[in-house]
């Protein structure tokens, strides 16, 4: 197992990239805290079949643009289990909206999950990790983010996980040498998340391997950061988009 008795915080576990993370984890031996902010139900579940299958997990509802939560979360993980070992910060919000009708609320709350929430979960991840002298912190952006593959339709989006790739290295050089951070940045994954048809039509027709990608498969690659296999790796952003950027 290789990630035995290691604590891991994952923001937006309940579904998705964050769910298939959570139980792939779990099932290399992690310690697992589920964070969620609406699906109390789904979180539930995920921690069940933790459990069920002999594991250890907690769900925290904690909201990762709220300050006071985010301090939360980490406050109950530590009363839990004691240390931080991984984060993965994978919450994100992608409300689809026309470029003309975007208002300054629209883009301010998409930032204040998808970076300052990031940002302020690595700053109290770091705070445990640092003092221990070991950590990994692993940010998940998107295709979206990099030259300019999103659309007018996700602006925001776009533009908050470029600020992710960005923020990235920034950590990376501040939590060196003994914290590594990274980032992953998915093409299409079949998830939840709101995109258009059209959006999708274009991903799978312009990507190398023609097809959407498993949330399974961005937490491979989470796994791969998360453990010791990474130990040379960090500032660094791993693309997991099926050859998209091949087009």
Known sequence: MRLRNKVAVITGSSRGIGRATALMFADEGAKVVVNYRNNEQSATEVVDIIRGNGGLAISVRADVSNPNDIKMLFTKTMDT??????????????????????????????????????????????????????????????????????????????????????????????????????????????????????????VITDSALKRMLRPEEIAHACLFLASGDSSGITGEVIHVDAGFQLK
Request: hydrophobic share 45%; aromatic share 6%; with cysteine.
């Open 81 to 202: 289990f004691g240390t931080v070992d991984i984060l993965v910060n994978n919450a994100g919000i992608c409300p689809p909206k026309p470029f003309l009708e975007l208002t300054a609320d629209d883009i301010n709350a998409v930032f204040s999950v998808n970076v300052v929430g990031v940002v302020l979960c690595a700053q109290e991840a770091a705070k445990i990790m640092i003092s221990r002298e070991t950590g990994r912190i692993i940010n998940i952006a998107s295709i979206s983010g990099i030259r300019n593959f999103g659309t007018a339709g996700n602006m925001p989006y776009a533009m908050s996980k470029a600020a992710v790739v960005n923020a990235t290295g920034m950590l990376a050089k501040a939590l060196g040498p003994n914290v590594l951070v990274n980032c992953i940045a998915p093409g299409f994954v079949d998830t939840e998340m709101p995109t258009s048809p059209e959006y999708v039509e274009r």
